[in-house]
């Protein structure tokens, strides 16, 4: 465990290193040393920083869950029935690539600039990652497999849970990772508009009020989120896909 940790620290203690360079060099408000940053960050964490931090959590993790509550049945039967596959993914196909931050205004007129907005925009960037990963997932389990617990008598839970679901865990999870980066970003965007909480409110409301201090603390303390979310992807793969390793 520590010898897994290493990579991420001298990472970090390289970016650190850089940002502090750069700041020297630069020597103007507009990039401040990394260690003041710091300190104003712990300093403003508890009165400011945290009520942000809890709203921008609360949606990235709603948006995760909700994705993959839709995202896994239906790659699932996807990958399961092919005729369900052929009417499904020209759909799929169809709305994958489009640039999901081009549908913002629409689902702000649709629905509002509220939360539900939000967590819409979030679900569209997750999911369709997690429908094509779990529906290739099952196409690329062998039907030997299916034969044999067929042979044994096995329900379709039985499948479900002893074929389906350890077979695409690992993949599912990977899904999750890459796409939590872009996520994080239309999150940021997102809360830009029609709120006062988040991080993403946070840091622009920083930049107009010229307090470039706030601004890099939001920008580190938002960046730690997204790391915090990726490790504990990490930690669950670990914990419960074990015999991958």
Same mark, same amino acid.
């Given at each position: 465990?520590?010898?897994?940790?290493?990579?991420?620290?001298?990472? &970090?203690?390289?970016?650190?290193?850089?940002?502090? %360079?750069?700041? =020297?060099?630069?020597?103007?408000?507009?990039?401040?040393?990394?260690?003041?940053?710091?300190?104003?960050?712990?300093?403003?964490?508890?009165?400011?920083?945290?009520?942000?931090?809890?709203?921008?959590?609360?949606?990235?993790?709603?948006?995760?869950?909700? $994705?993959?509550?839709?995202?896994?049945?239906?790659?699932?039967?996807?990958?399961?029935?092919?005729?369900?596959?052929?009417?499904? $993914?020209?759909?799929?196909?169809?709305?994958?690539?489009?640039?999901? &931050?081009?549908?913002?205004?629409?689902?702000?007129?649709?629905?509002?600039?509220?939360?539900?907005?939000?967590? %819409?925009?979030?679900?569209?960037? %997750?999911?369709?990652?997690?429908?094509?990963?779990?529906?290739?997932?099952?196409?690329?389990?062998?039907?030997?497999?299916?034969?044999?617990?067929?042979?044994?008598?096995?329900?379709?839970?039985?499948?479900?849970?002893?074929?389906?679901?350890?077979?695409?865990?690992?993949?599912? &999870?990977?899904?999750?990772?890459?796409?939590?980066?872009?996520?994080?970003?239309? &999150?940021?965007?997102?809360?830009?508009?029609?709120?006062?909480?988040?991080?993403?409110?946070?840091?622009?409301?920083?930049?107009?009020?010229?307090?470039?201090?706030?601004?890099?603390?939001?920008?580190?303390?938002?960046?730690?989120?997204?790391?915090?979310? =990726?490790?504990?992807?990490?930690?669950?793969? $670990?914990?419960?896909?074990?015999?991958?390793?």
């Amino acid at each position: 465990m520590k010898h897994k940790w290493k990579g991420p620290l001298y990472s &970090l203690m390289v970016v650190i290193a850089l940002w502090e %360079i750069f700041a =020297f060099i630069i020597d103007r408000p507009i990039v401040p040393y990394p260690h003041t940053v710091f300190i104003n960050m712990v300093k403003i964490f508890e009165p400011q920083i945290k009520i942000h931090l809890i709203y921008s959590l609360g949606r990235i993790t709603t948006g995760i869950t909700v $994705s993959v509550l839709i995202g896994v049945p239906l790659g699932y039967l996807m990958g399961y029935y092919p005729k369900l596959d052929k009417a499904l $993914s020209p759909l799929v196909y169809f709305t994958y690539p489009i640039p999901k &931050l081009a549908l913002l205004p629409v689902v702000m007129l649709l629905f509002g600039i509220g939360e539900i907005s939000k967590l %819409i925009m979030i679900t569209m960037i %997750i999911v369709f990652q997690i429908i094509i990963t779990a529906r290739d997932a099952v196409r690329d389990i062998p039907e030997e497999t299916f034969h044999s617990l067929r042979s044994l008598g096995a329900s379709r839970m039985q499948k479900l849970t002893e074929i389906l679901i350890p077979a695409s865990l690992p993949e599912l &999870l990977t899904s999750i990772r890459i796409a939590l980066g872009t996520a994080v970003s239309i &999150l940021f965007f997102t809360e830009t508009f029609g709120t006062e909480y988040g991080m993403g409110y946070f840091i622009m409301d920083a930049w107009m009020r010229v307090n470039y201090l706030e601004m890099y603390a939001g920008i580190v303390t938002l960046s730690l989120m997204g790391f915090i979310i =990726f490790a504990f992807i990490d930690f669950l793969e $670990s914990l419960i896909c074990g015999w991958r390793a």
